[in-house]
Structure formats: C-alpha cells, structure tokens
C-alpha cells in the first residue's frame, strides 16, 4: 500500500474497533437486561449471567458487524472530503482506487472474520450456552430459592421458602417427600443453605424437624427434631436422556450438510437446515457490498455539505435495505428452496452496481473535459482583451491632452 492507503486503511480500522465494541457492548447491555431473572429470580450467580450474555454475542456479530464497518467507511469517506483531502488527491491525479484498495482489503478481513463466527464460533458458544440453560433449568437450585412459592420440579415433591437473604441463606424452609407412598418425609426447617462442590449438591438445614410416615393404616407420623441435618439434592434433579438434539444454529458445517438421519429437528424443519446454511455463506458478503457502496456515493470529491449529507443518509438506508431484504429471503428459503439464489444475487447485485458507479465516477466524463477546455479558452480571451484595454487608455488620454 501507498502511504495515503496505509493512512486510510489505519483510519479506518481503528474507528471500526470503536464502533463494533460500542454497537457489542449495547446488544450485551440488552442481553443482560433480558436475562437479569436468572440472578433475580432464579438464584445464580453474577458470574453465570455475564457468561450467558458474552456466549449469546456470536449470534448477533454476524449482523452488528457489516453495519459497523457501513459506520466506520461513511464516517472516514465523510471526514475525507471534510478536510479537502479527496479533492487534494483527485487534483494530484491519483483516481479512486486509491481510496478503494485499502478500505476493499478491510472489507476482505470483515469477511473472513464473519465466515469464521459464522462456522466455528457461533455454533459453539451456543453449544455451551445450551448446556448453561440445562443446568440452570434442572438445577434444584432454581426452584428452591423461589420465595412464597410452591415449586414442584417433578411430582410428589414440593419445596417452599418464606425469604432468601443476600448471604443465600433460606429462611423459612419446607420441603415435602411424597415420591414413595410408603415413605413420605417432610422438611421443616428455621434456615438452610446449599452447597455445591465437585461430588454435588447438598441442603444443609439447622433447627428443624422430620415427619416422617411410613404409609400403614393408622401408623402414626414420627416426628425427629434435628440441629443439623444434610440432604443430597442429585438424587432430585432431573437429567435429559439421550444426547441433545441440536437447532440448525448450534451445528457445524458437515452437521448442516450431513445431520443425523434420527434427527427430530431435521425431520420436522429441514427447511430451517437450509435456510441457516446459506445464510452464514450470503451474510459474509455484506461487508464487500456496503463499503463498495459507501465508496460509489460518497467516495468522490465533494465540496457541498448538503450533498454529503443527503449522500450519507441514502447510503445508510440502502445499506439497512439490504440486509432487511437478505433476512426477509432467509425466511422465505425456509419453505421454498428456489429462493436460494436470492440470497446471494441481493448482495452480488449491489457490489456490481456499486462498481459500476465507481467506475464511472472515475473516468472524467467528455462534456466535463469540453466545458473545461471552454472554459479555460475563455478565460484567456477574456485576459488577452483586459490587457489590450489597459494599453489603449493611456494614448487616448494623451490625444485629448
């Protein structure tokens, strides 16, 4: 690259960092927000929440992305002709490939950088966003701490709690057994507290009592008070049998290509297999397609700021056009496989026309040569009889005299 590319090319770059990490950073913010219950209600931990937000980004960069790098180019291409350094390389004779080469070779790295969220790191951050919601949902520990209610996660036993303080202490503890009739056990306990570590889950209860009932007619109910007393919860939860079957977003390449024949969500939705394959390919070109846009309407010299302004505004809204009309097809490929194509064509079809129009721009047309030739014949006539009329005034003056 030539010193004016590499100044473009850094430019550029570092703006998109700023923008992506502000556009990431408000998606994770809504995110967070969205799953804020599961600290609140559910009872996990700060850690478990910033996790599950950072692992659904992925999902979103394959969309943030191509915007902000249409933000970074239109900003840079603005502030370009702001401080007259468009016009000063057109005037130096340079065209406008200098000005497309480096910022092409940024959109090439934004392409390769969606192709690899797209193939690898999206499916496997969800994979393991997947199994955090498992456990999450078949933690007994996310129906325990719910306070005032009566939360059954599976029939026969039921667990209560008055309150849950900030320490994670329960107050007010019941927890009813009736899994065996001929053995139902209720838990009846001031505080509890549970703990995790690598050989489970355990429910530590103090000042509290059993009543216990063996189920013969007319057996009467033991009643235990205890000061201490552990329960394992393991045997509680409940575990899904059988490997996971995996949405069409949670898979790799060749799972795509080649799902399992036993595969449920194959079988009912295949359309959904395809429509999500292509879309990780068609999505990767969007990148090229907005900064050749940005370039074919706001890469020229322009002294006016009205005309950028416009220019600006129209290259944003063609560019959201775009890609609401690439997500749109993406929907309609889930039930008629024909409109494959259209995936591609939409974003294809606007880089030609955008070169097209950089082409275009960059060849100085024949009536703007002519009008320039006109216009510098006529500016020397009108020098050459300016001079003749200087000359003429003094004689004049002297035959007067």
């Known amino acids: 690259m030539r010193i004016f590319s590499r100044y473009v090319f850094r430019q550029t770059s570092s703006a998109l960092l700023l923008v ?3 556009l990431t950073g ?11 219950n599961v600290v609140t209600s559910l009872g996990q931990s700060a850690l478990t929440l910033v996790t599950m937000t950072t692992l659904g980004l992925p999902n979103f960069v394959a969309v943030i992305t191509p915007f ?10 603005n502030r370009l002709n702001s401080d007259s350094e468009i016009i000063v390389l057109t005037a130096s004779g340079a065209t406008a490939w200098t000005i497309v080469k480096p910022l092409v070779a940024l959109a090439v790295i934004v392409c390769v950088f969606i192709s690899f969220v797209n193939h690898i790191a999206m499916p496997w951050s969800l994979r393991l966003l997947r199994d955090i919601v498992v456990d999450v949902r078949t933690d007994l520990l996310t129906q325990v701490i719910q306070p005032g209610r009566f939360s059954s996660p599976e029939k026969g036993l039921t667990f209560h709690i008055r309150e849950r303080s900030l ?6 503890l019941v927890m009813h057994d009736a899994r065996k009739e001929k053995e139902v056990q209720s838990y009846l ?23 216990r009932r063996d189920g013969g007619i ?9 000061d201490k007393y552990a329960v394992d919860l393991d045997r509680f939860e409940q575990r899904a049998v059988g490997p996971p079957d995996l949405k069409p977003r949670e898979r790799y390449y060749s799972e795509l290509v080649n799902p399992a024949p036993n595969s449920q969500a194959f079988k009912q939705e295949p359309g959904r297999f395809r429509s999500e394959l292509h879309e990780r390919f068609s999505s990767a ?8 846009l940005a370039i074919a309407l706001i890469g020229q010299a322009q002294s006016t700021r009205q005309n950028r302004t416009l220019r600006m505004g129209m290259c944003f809204l063609i560019g959201v056009g775009l890609r609401l009309s690439g997500l749109a097809v993406n929907n309609v490929v889930v039930l008629n496989a024909s409109a494959v194509p259209i995936l591609y064509l939409i974003p294809l079809t606007a880089i030609g026309v955008s070169l097209m129009l950089i082409v275009r721009g960059a060849r100085p047309s024949r009536g703007s040569a002519l009008l320039e030739r006109f216009a510098d014949w006529a500016t020397q006539v009108g020098g050459n009889l300016r001079q003749r ?13």
């Open 20 to 22: 992506l990490l502000s």
């Open 26 to 36: 408000i998606v994770w913010i809504s995110l967070a927000l969205r799953e804020l």
């Open 68 to 77: 902000a790098l249409l933000i970074t180019v239109i900003h840079t291409l």
């Open 167 to 172: 320490d994670g202490t329960l107050q007010g």
């Open 189 to 211: 306990a001031d505080k509890g507290i549970i703990l995790k570590d690598d050989s489970g889950a355990y429910l530590f209860m103090t000042d509290g009592h059993i009543l």
């Open 218 to 226: 007319g057996e009467p109910t033991q009643i235990i008070a205890f």
């Open 285 to 292: 070109l969007y990148p090229l397609a907005f900064v050749l």
């Open 389 to 401: 009329f200087r000359r003429g005034q003094p004689a004049s003056a002297g035959s007067r005299g």
